[in-house]
Every structure is written in C-alpha cells, then in structure tokens.
C-alpha cells in the first residue's frame, strides 16, 4: 500500500493511492493509516489533490556517516555504532515545497536518504523484531547547513531550520528496503548513485539502537543515512530524490 497526506477541497486526510500515472486514485482514510486502515469511500484522480508530507513524525532520528563512502568524502572514520541526531518535526515538509535557504549559511547540502516510518509505540525493540514495528518507508532529504555543522562542532542548529526535512512522495508499505536503489539529482544531474545495500548499520540494527535509547510513537521517522556525493544547493535549483519501489521527491531551493 501506499499511504500519502494529501490535500483537497474539503480539507486534509491521510490517503491510499491505488494505479499508476494519470489513472492513479487517491482513496481517502478515516482518521489515521496505523493498524488495519478505514476508508471513507471518497476518492480522487491524484492529478486533483496535492501531496503533503506523508506524516508528521514527533521527532525525526538521524543516522550519521552510515555509508563507508560518504564518511571517507569528509575524511571521517567509519562509526562503530550508530551515530545519531535529532531534527525537530518543524523541519519536515512535503513533495514540490521549498527548501528555504537561510540566511545565516552560506552552503546548504542535500543529503538524499531513505526514511523509515515507525508503525506503533515501541521500546527496546530486537533486530529479529524491528519489520513488524515499521508502518513502511519513504524518501528524505537531510538538508544540511555545513558550514554552520563545522563551526558549530554538534550538529542541531545545522540540522534544524524549517524546511530542513523533506519527505514524500509516499509511504510504500510493502517492500524490503534491504537493497533499493537511490540517486539523487540536482536540476537534472545525478550527483548521488548508490544502494541501500551499502547502509554500515542496516535498517533492524537502527530499530533496536533507538528504541533502546528512547521510545518511538507512531509516525516517528528514521533516516538512515546518505551516501557519497552530497553537495551544495542554491536559490533557483532543484533537487530531486529517487528510492527504487518508493517514487521522487522533489523540492526546489530558495532563500529565506
């Protein structure tokens, strides 16, 4: 299933997307997508609604240097266990909204990733457990101001601005994300070409680490980290991130 956030004439409502291309459907749940799903009986082409962000996560965990090439790029070690931050949830948006670039940096980077969405409320969750705690997956972009992550030494205020999380287009439900491919694009130009495969920590590793450092609620997400090839976005350009078996999520840049 692909569950999306979508807006329409009447308001807001999570939704599934049935079909491909001009004839896919957007049928509308009731209330939220967790569990065994209600549907309303609304429906509309996609073509008449607009993408949101498919969730909004209490907080959003990232994973740090978690492919060997794109450590060595910076010139840091590989970490032993997973390196983790905090972007607040005010830092997510949705397919096709601006990247704000703010003031403040003088060098923003994309950061193509691939999200995990946590399915239920867990705590010290196994490795040989984590697939049935995880509602599905979706697209991310870890925007990053780096010139103020080397100044600052920690890496929140990098992190952290609004608009600084992308993710979308959809959560996919169904699919192993053990070995996807990820390329990410700016205005056109593949700039990050790697695998999931290539993850240091793999996806069930993350589940258990987390989940023993603090409790994930429904909606949580989990980015799992970006490979080699990150680089800088300016006002006017656009990047674009594609997760094989997930779909794109595109969002241009512009300054704040």
């Known amino acids: 299933m692909r569950l999306a956030r979508i807006a329409h004439a009447g308001g807001v409502a999570f939704a599934s997307i049935e079909g491909e291309g001009d004839s896919a459907q957007v049928l509308e749940i009731a209330e939220h997508p967790f569990g065994n799903p209600n549907f309303t009986g609304k429906r509309w082409p996609l073509a008449d609604v607009r993408l949101l962000a498919p969730i909004l996560p209490s907080k959003v965990i990232a994973v740090g240097r978690n492919y060997a090439a794109h450590a060595a790029e910076f010139g840091n070690e590989v970490p032993t266990s997973p390196m983790i931050f905090l972007k607040p949830s005010t830092s997510v948006i949705g397919p096709n909204a601006a990247i704000k670039l703010p003031a403040e940096?003088?060098?923003v980077d994309y950061e193509g990733e691939l999200a995990v969405v946590i399915g239920q409320p867990i705590r010290n969750v196994p490795a040989s457990r984590a697939a049935s705690v995880i509602l599905g997956y979706t697209v991310a972009n870890d925007v990053s101001?780096?010139?103020?992550?080397?100044?600052?030494?920690?890496?929140?205020?990098?992190?952290?601005?609004?608009?600084?999380?992308p993710l979308g287009p959809w959560i996919e439900t169904s699919i192993d994300a053990s070995d996807l491919a990820l390329r990410t694009e700016l205005n056109g130009e593949v700039k990050q070409d790697s695998r999931t495969s290539l993850l240091i920590h793999k996806i069930p590793e993350l589940v258990e680490f987390i989940s023993g450092v603090m409790t994930l609620l429904p909606g949580d997400v989990i980015l799992t980290g970006t490979p080699a090839g990150v680089g800088p976005i300016v006002d006017g350009q656009q990047v674009s991130v594609t997760i094989e078996g997930i779909g794109t999520l595109t969002n241009p840049a512009q300054n704040a």
């Open 105 to 107: 940096s003088q060098q």
């Open 145 to 165: 101001a780096r010139d103020l992550q080397r100044a600052d030494g920690q890496w929140g205020r990098a992190k952290g601005f609004d608009t600084f999380c």
